[in-house]
């Protein structure tokens, strides 16, 4: 059973229908990446699976689980939202982080508020993620003492802490210089290696055909083509692909 189930998700603001018939499905650690140009729909998607909007339509499904259906007509309540968004870790690519609390006090943050644990197991959870994304030497320093590298390292601690089914990065190296976002990718590939399941909204094109197990390219709100890396990268069907990889290859 697939841990991901997406069908037929629409997103219209106003007129501007921006997500058309959207569905896919990805399996326990697989690693998904959504490639397309700016206005293609890629981060509205992110924000509809995460319950930051409401689709118009479509069905999400986690672990056999209905999370949101639009034939179901009552709406979500508050409550169900955000139970619905602990499946889910979302990684911004402007970091959001809280500027008033320490890089520990960041992650130790909603769990404790969501009582999954003691203080001494939050902390303790809390302490072995950030050596995992090797700032163990900056637990007590505030986001206005780091780099935007490691600013976004603890971005991802931070999501990692509420232990989430799925891991979602919606550009997550946009704001980063290039040798700050080769070490931001190489935390992502680290996952990867340790079987998280993520989708990865990305303009990194050699990232996302070394780390991919599955691509999505989108295009004015359309899944355009999907297949494996290779299929998509080395034998792309759809004139509209071809051109995008063309011109993010030039």
Do not use: W
């Not at 637990?139 to 802490?161: D, E, H, M, T, W």
């Not at 297949?227 to 290859?249: I, M, Q, Y």
Request: glycine share 6%; hydrophobic share 40%; aromatic share 8%.
């Amino acid at each position: 059973m697939a841990i991901l189930e997406v069908s037929n998700i629409r997103k219209s603001f106003g007129k501007n229908e921006v997500l058309k018939n959207i569905g896919f499905t990805l399996e326990k650690g697989e690693v998904l990446s959504i490639i397309g140009s700016s206005g293609s729909g890629k981060t509205t998607l992110l924000r509809c699976l995460n319950f930051l909007e409401t689709a118009d339509c479509g069905k999400i499904e986690v672990d056999g689980n209905v999370l949101f259906d639009s034939e179901d007509k009552g709406k979500l309540s508050e409550d169900k939202i955000r139970e619905n968004r602990l499946n889910f870790g979302l990684v911004f690519q402007d970091f959001n982080l809280f500027p008033q609390y320490t890089v520990l006090q960041n992650l130790t943050l909603a769990p404790t508020l969501l009582k999954k644990g003691d203080e001494a197991s939050v902390r303790a959870n809390a302490l072995d993620i950030i050596k995992k994304v090797g700032l163990e030497d900056k637990i007590n320093f505030y986001p206005c003492q780091l780099s935007g590298g490691q600013k976004q390292r603890v971005a991802i601690a931070r999501a990692l802490a509420l232990e989430p089914k799925i891991l979602f990065f919606d550009e997550p190296t946009s704001a980063l210089d290039p040798e700050l976002t080769v070490e931001v990718l190489k935390v992502i590939k680290s996952l990867r290696d340790m079987g998280r399941t993520m989708v990865v909204v990305t303009h990194e094109m050699e990232f996302a055909r070394n780390v991919s197990d599955k691509i999505i390219f989108m295009a004015d709100g359309v899944i355009e083509e999907a297949g494996t890396p290779e299929e998509v990268f080395d034998d792309p069907k759809s004139e509209k692909t071809r051109a995008f990889l063309h011109k993010s290859f030039e």
